[in-house]
Each structure stands twice: as C-alpha cells, then as structure tokens.
Nanobody, 122 residues
Framework: QVQLVESGGGLVQAGGSLRLSCAASGRTFSTYVMGWFRQAPGKEREFVAI???????YYADSVKGRFIISRDSAKNTVYLQMNSLNPEDTAVYYC????????????????WGQGTQVTVSS
C-alpha cells in the first residue's frame, strides 16, 4: 500500500501562486495514478486534478489553465502548482492515490493524505 502526506498549504493573496506537495511511500508508487481533491467548508470533496500517466492528465473546469499536476519520481512526490488563485479556491486540499484509474469521484480512490489548508484572501 501507499502512505501520503501533504504539505505547502497556507494563506495567500488573490492572484498569487502556491505549490502543494504530496510525499508518498510504498514500493509501487511509480505505477499508481495520483490525484488532488479539495473540500470547502460545508461542501462535498471534489476533483481538482489527476495524473493518470505521463501523457494523460485531467483537470476540473474550474482550474484549467491555472493549476498543473506533476510528479518527481526520484523524490516520490506529487505536486500541484496553483496560479492565479482566487477566494473560490479556498479549501482543504487532499492528495489521493489508486493502483488503477477508476474515475474522478472521491469513492473511486483508495488512499488519501490528511489534507492541507489553502486560504486565499481578497
């Protein structure tokens, strides 16, 4: 199995940028699909970005053109680069992993990190 630990959250001004990191452990890390989800207060957890393979990535419409998901296999780390942030991006961001791709619903994913808070001020 795999263990996930997020970091890099914090408070930023609208229009700013932030990079989240997800450190993963497990010898099968390189074969797993990875994703980022977020959950705002009183809202359901929602899909943000998925790295299915080196050439296949998915993004929610709300973050297309602003967010980038990437991996550093040597460091067993997945990143979410967030640019042009706005207050609607405020949420707890979660890293997720699965052995195979099943979908973009939260119930399609097996492993989750503890989450990291991102707050964007006006």
């Amino acid at each position: 199995q795999v263990q996930l630990v997020e970091s890099g959250g914090g408070l930023v001004q609208a229009g700013g940028s932030l990079r989240l990191s997800c450190a993963a452990s497990g010898r099968t890390f390189s074969t797993y699909v990875m994703g980022w989800f977020r959950q705002a207060p009183g809202k359901e957890r929602e899909f943000v970005a998925i790295s299915r393979s080196a050439i296949t990535t998915y993004y929610a419409d709300s973050v297309k053109g602003r967010f980038i998901i990437s991996r550093d296999s040597a460091k067993n780390t997945v990143y979410l680069q967030m640019n042009s942030l706005n207050p609607e991006d405020t949420a707890v961001y979660y890293c997720a992993a699965n052995q195979y791709y099943r979908g973009r619903q939260t119930t399609d994913w097996t492993y989750w990190g503890q989450g990291t808070q991102v707050t964007v001020s006006s």
